[in-house]
């Protein structure tokens, strides 16, 4: 089994920052990436930040410039830094790990979400 827990949304005015932590751990075999989702009610759920086990990254366009994804391999922890936070920000962020478990099998994990609130 492998788990994935995530940590730091709150509520922050316009403007604001805050910096995301995902945790992975488990029967883990490898991780190829990790990243982030988020969905406000009514939207669709949207791709935020993907790294890579080579280091490359992608980021959906609406964050570009303000968000900043970074990994500690030793914890097997996935950071994400959000700074210049916009009201359209606001919804619930989902941590994933795309791994290898120690069965070999490929799979997705999802943390619980935590919810990140930007608002005046």
């Known amino acids: ?13 316009p403007g604001g920052s ?5 945790a992975a751990s488990g ?15 009514g939207n669709q759920r949207e791709l935020v930040a993907r790294l890579t086990n080579s280091g ?7 964050v570009k410039g303000r968000f900043t994804i970074s990994r500690d391999n030793a914890k ?11 009201p359209e920000d606001t919804a619930l962020y989902y941590c994933y790990a795309d791994t ?16 990140v609130t930007v608002s005046s």
Not at 27 to 41: E, H, L
Not at 100 to 113: E, F, K, P, V
């Open 76 to 86: 097997n922890t996935v950071y994400l830094q959000m700074n210049s936070l916009k």
């Open 100 to 115: 290898d478990t120690l069965s070999r099998r490929r799979a997705n994990y999802w943390g619980q979400g935590t919810q």
């Open 27 to 41: 029967s883990i075999f490898s991780i190829y990436a990790m990243g982030w989702y988020r969905q406000a009610p």
């Open 18 to 22: 805050l910096r995301l932590s995902c």
């Open 56 to 62: 490359g990254t992608d980021y959906a366009n609406s």
């Open 1 to 13: 089994q492998v788990q994935v827990v995530e940590s730091g949304g709150d509520l922050v005015q």
